[in-house]
């Protein structure tokens, strides 16, 4: 537990969660502790797959030389479809803290996470310096983090992917943008995935998607801030991650915009 703050720097904010449905708990735990209020604005669902495919791509990857996984629904989804088992020796890889940590409560011991908690950081991990020829697995969903994938490639593993679960697109109902568009400000937009944003961007009418552009952007990387700004938003602050707490904790009034 977090104790409360000397001054809920963020008193007034509304918190737009662009989390899957379902999953904004943490981070409006987080806002309520600093004094903002969180509107959810989902641009998906996870739904969990469970075919013979994916089945049988699940086992190849986890039978591959080092494993990543890329988000804690994908641990989810894959322990659902069998016991994750490490085997001696065998690295096992998380993109971040929230990653790795669901790994630990599924029973894996070890589990290797970044200090840059993205793409381009589990790919500097040193379990990943050598990779042509190695059996890689990546436990991840359609989309999403393609760089991870793109990259090993490129380096000349030979990559197992299972897509373990998929993003339902949920567009917001014309109620659900008339609640947002009567928001009072100031927004604040914490930001760890580009695929939601751009989803969101897409699927708002006109008014709503140029009203969001003017919120404040707490993006988990540098990545992800530069795609903030050339999607147009102007107030950009960088975090540590994307860890809720790190999120919110690079927000508020007195940050400078970039």
Known sequence: MHAAPAFPHLAGYYVISLRPAGAHSGLRREAARLGARTFALSPWRIAHRDDADTRAALRDALAADAVIFTSPPAVTAAKALQPLLARDG???????????????????VGVRAPARMDSEGVLALPELAETRGRRIGLITAPGGRGV????????????????????VPTPPSPSRIARLLALPGPWLLPLSSGEALQRTLAALPADAAGRLRQAH??????????????????????????????????????????
């Open 90 to 108: 065998q690295p096992w890889l998380a993109v971040g803290a929230g990653t790795a940590g669901t790994l630990e409560r599924a029973g894996i």
């Open 148 to 167: 991870i994938a793109q990259a090993l490639r490129d380096a000349g593993a030979d990559l197992r992917r299972a897509d373990v679960y998929a993003r």
């Open 217 to 258: 952007v707490v993006a988990a990387s540098a990545r992800l801030a530069d795609l903030a700004r050339d999607s147009g938003f102007e107030w950009i602050a960088l975090a540590a991650d994307a860890r809720p707490v790190s999120l919110l904790a690079a927000a508020g009034p007195e940050r400078p915009t970039s």
